[in-house]
């Protein structure tokens, strides 16, 4: 459409500019019709800029009606695109566990169990490689869930699952017994793992989630930290001269509790210093000192006169 325009503006220019020419040629070659040239001199130019910007107006309506028929149409075909296509059956994915027996070196065996929202489960086996997938809807066997717990199959007679109460272990049997364990997946990791680092790795987790929620153990373990960092601050703390008075490999801090178990903070506590007053006397002090054992930071001291029961 551009180069049509562009054409027909090139003749209105062509034609106005010989029509000008003859005008001026006429005012001295045609003896009577001078008034005739005159008029046609003033007006060719005058009425070539008009068609001109007619011809141009009309070209940017047709562009911008054009425009935005393009835009309806990319919108009609967007939201054509978007209701016809298919909804996923939606599911909720109870875990995934890794089969401990070694399958080969490029393949590990995973079984997820998903519940659909009508209630029914089923179960996928999966033999995943670094780039597989499984989709949930086309493969797997359903499941029904059992009265202690666990899953039968349908389609395999005898053969049921059963989870552990922590969902850590996954354990299949059949009519003869156990056939097999699969231990808790964690994303991104590889199943397979040398026999019996499945059950270390669990049992070293367990330990330290033991210890986490004891304060006596997970103070043990930040108890160097906690020194390092809260010793300068209680030295600065004196008005005046101070010191220490625990004695070789007696720690610091004798005492602790927490502050928020949540977040692990613990107030460690201690009484070994004493502090000198402005006339030159000793004071024995208790001091405490609020330390973030997730981040690595004293959140504040505390240092008051007196010795620990």
Known sequence: ???????????????????????????????????????????????TLLLMLIVLGGSEQIAANSAQDTIEADEDQTTEIVETQPEEDPFIQLGQWCYQERMNEMFDRVITIVEYPDGSFFTVAAFRGAASTVDFRNAGQELRPRDDGGFTLVDRFGEFYTLSDDLEQLQIHDEDGLIGTAVAHVDGSTCYRPEGTAQEELRAEQEANACRNDVVCWADKHSAAASIRCEPLIERSANFTMEWTDRWLERKFSHMRWQDREAGVITFIGD??????????????????????????????????????
Request: hydrophobic residues 50%; contains cysteine; positive net charge.
């Open 272 to 309: 070994r210093a004493r502090f000198q007053n402005g006339f030159g006397a000793w004071q024995n002090v208790i001091y405490e000192c609020y330390y973030d054992t997730e981040n690595d930071v004293v959140l504040d001291i505390d240092v008051r006169p007196g010795r620990l029961n």
């Open 1 to 47: 459409m551009s180069d049509v325009i562009n054409i027909v503006v090139l003749i209105i220019m062509l034609i106005g500019t010989v029509g000008f020419i003859r005008a001026v040629y006429g005012l001295f070659a045609w003896k009577g019709r001078r008034k005739i040239a005159f008029v046609q001199v003033a007006g060719i130019p005058i009425a």
